[in-house]
C-alpha cells in the first residue's frame, strides 16, 4: 500500500505547483505578445491588414476572450465590432499567432487565398517588406532580452564563482574521464572557462578533446572521449565546487553549540575518516548518525583532537565558509554594454546547443523538454532577479528557435523570401501550402518529443 504523505507535504507540493504553473503561463503570456507584435507592428506600419491577434491558441473556435465574440465586451464597448483586427485569448497554451491578410500560415485558411489579391493582403506587398513583417518577432524577441538583460545588470549586476582559482568536487561520470577531487580546471582546448557554473556546459558545447587541470602543484592534460558526450549532456552536476570543511560559525541551539570549534577551523578527518572538503564529510557523517565521535581539527598552527556529535540528519550544526563570489556593479549607462554582451554570449550558447541537437550522435535530443522543464527551471517561490533572468533566456530561445529554416516558422518564411529576392521568382501558393503542411508535422513531432522526454524523465 502506498503511503501518503503528511498533509502540510501536500499542501507545500500544490503550493509549490501553482507557483510554478502560474510563473510559467506569465512567462509564456509576455514573451508571446511581445513576439507577436514585432509581426504585428511591421504589418500595421506597410498597412497590411491583421485580421486576428491572439494569445494562445482559439482551437476548435474556442477562446477565453474575444474583443469580437465575447458579448459582455461588446456590449461595453460596440466599437471593437469595426475594429480591423480581432484580439483575443485562446485556451491552448501551447503558442500565439497574428493572423495576417494574404499570408500562408497555420491557420491555414485557403479560401481567403483562393480570392483575388487586396492591396492591403501581405501577398501583394513587395518581399523586402513581407522579410521585415516576418523578421518583426524575431527582432522584438533579441530586443526584449537585450532590455531584460540590461535592467538585470543595472538592479543586480553580474554574481558568479570565478573558475580562476577555484577547485571541482566531480561526480562519478567526472570521475570516470580522469577528474579528481580538488583538481583546478585551467582550460578547455585553448579556451579558459571563466565563470564555474558554466564547466559543464563549456565542455559540451564545446566538443572539448583535452582539459588542462592543475593537481597540487602539477599540469596534466586529459584527453577527452568524445563517445562520452551522450552522458555529459545528461549527468547532473558533473562538476560541484570543492568546500573546505572549515567552520564559520556554529549553530546556537545546534549539536555542537557548546562544543570547542571555533571560527577558521578545518576539520580533517571525522571518527578516524579523513575528509579533506565538505562532500567527503557529508558521506562519512551519514553514517554516523546519533552518533558522538572524535574529529581531528587544524587551528592555525596547532592540530587538536575534539569529540562533535551527529545529529540524526547526519549533520554536526556548523556553517561552512562562503565560496569566494565575484560582483560586479554597473551604473545605467554601463548596464547597456553588459546586457548587450550577456545577450550575445546567450545566443552564441544556445546556437552550440542547436549544434549538438542536430548531432543524434551528442544524445543531445533526449534533453529537449516541454512546459514541464521548462516549469522546473523556474524557483519554487517568486524570485524578480530569476523571473526576468529567465525571460530574457527564454526570449532568445524563442527568437533563435523561429530563425531555424523549418516551413511553419518565421526562419521558413525568411528563406522563401531571401530566395524570392535573390532569383526574382516567387514560390507558388501552392507549394508554400505544401512547405506549411511538412513544417506543421515537424513541428508536432517535436512537440511529441519533448513531452516524451519530460514524461520519462518523470518516470525515472
Known amino acids: 500500500m502506498t ?26 503570456s509576455i514573451l508571446i505578445v511581445v513576439h507577436e507584435t514585432g509581426h504585428f507592428t511591421f504589418a500595421k506600419l506597410f498597412r497590411i491588414r491583421v485580421d486576428k491577434f491572439f494569445l494562445f491558441f482559439d482551437a476548435g473556435g474556442v477562446f477565453l476572450f474575444s474583443s469580437k465574440r465575447s458579448r459582455w465586451f461588446t456590449k461595453l464597448f460596440p466599437g471593437a465590432l469595426k475594429c480591423e483586427t480581432e484580439y483575443g485569448i485562446g485556451w491552448l497554451p501551447l503558442g500565439g ?49 537585450i532590455i531584460a538583460f540590461c535592467i538585470i545588470m543595472a538592479i543586480w549586476g553580474e554574481s558568479y564563482i570565478p573558475n580562476k582559482g577555484s577547485k571541482i568536487y566531480p561526480n562519478d561520470l567526472a570521475q570516470e574521464m580522469g577528474f579528481k577531487p580538488g583538481d583546478e580546471i585551467l582550460a578547455f582546448d585553448d579556451f579558459v572557462p571563466e565563470d564555474f557554473g558554466y564547466l559543464q556546459a563549456d565542455l559540451a558545447r564545446r566538443k572539448v578533446r583535452q582539459a588542462r587541470i592543475l593537481r597540487g602543484n602539477d599540469t596534466l592534460t586529459l584527453f577527452i572521449d568524445g563517445a562520452m558526450l551522450p552522458e555529459v549532456l545528461n549527468s547532473p552536476a558533473m562538476f560541484d565546487l570543492a568546500i573546505p ?31 579533506e572538503y565538505l562532500q567527503d564529510a557529508r558521506i562519512v557523517m551519514s553514517g554516523l548518525r546519533g552518533q558522538t565521535v572524535e574529529a581531528t581539527v587544524v587551528r592555525a598552527a596547532d592540530t587538536l583532537a575534539m569529540s562533535v556529535h551527529i545529529d540524526s540528519t547526519g549533520l554536526i550544526g556548523v556553517f561552512m565558509q562562503n565560496p569566494s563570489i565575484k560582483t560586479v ?27 549538438l541537437l542536430a548531432t543524434p550522435s551528442s544524445g543531445a535530443y533526449k534533453s529537449v523538454g516541454s512546459f514541464i522543464a521548462i516549469g522546473q527551471v523556474f524557483p519554487s517561490a517568486w524570485n524578480w532577479y530569476q523571473f526576468v533572468f529567465l525571460l530574457g533566456l527564454f526570449s532568445i530561445m524563442l527568437g533563435v528557435m523561429n530563425l531555424l529554416p523549418i516551413p511553419g516558422l518565421d526562419g521558413g518564411h525568411i528563406v522563401f523570401t531571401i530566395y524570392e529576392i535573390c532569383t526574382g521568382k516567387k514560390p507558388s501558393d501552392r507549394f508554400m501550402i505544401a512547405a506549411q503542411m511538412v513544417g506543421m508535422v515537424l513541428l508536432i513531432a517535436l512537440m511529441m518529443l519533448a513531452f516524451g522526454n519530460d514524461i520519462g524523465r518523470l518516470i525515472h
Open 3 to 28: 503511503k501518503l504523505p503528511p498533509e502540510p507535504a501536500r499542501e507545500s507540493l500544490t503550493m509549490v505547483f501553482i507557483s510554478k504553473f502560474l510563473q510559467v503561463l506569465l512567462a509564456l
Open 97 to 145: 499567432y497574428c493572423k495576417i491578410a494574404g499570408m500562408i500560415d497555420e491557420s491555414m485558411d485557403l479560401a481567403q487565398m483562393r480570392q483575388e489579391p487586396k492591396p492591403w493582403e501581405f501577398r501583394t506587398h513587395n518581399p523586402w517588406q513581407r522579410l521585415l513583417v516576418m523578421a518583426g518577432g524575431v527582432l522584438y524577441n533579441f530586443i526584449f532580452a
Open 245 to 275: 570543511f572549515v567552520v564559520d560559525s556554529v549553530m546556537a541551539g545546534g549539536p555542537n553549540a557548546e562544543s570547542r570549534l571555533l571560527r577558521g577551523d578545518r576539520i580533517t578527518s571525522i571518527g578516524g575518516t579523513p575528509v
Open 329 to 355: 556593479r554597473y551604473s545605467g549607462l554601463q548596464a547597456i554594454p553588459a546586457g548587450l554582451k550577456l545577450t550575445g554570449s546567450t545566443i552564441s550558447g544556445y546556437l552550440r546547443d542547436l549544434r
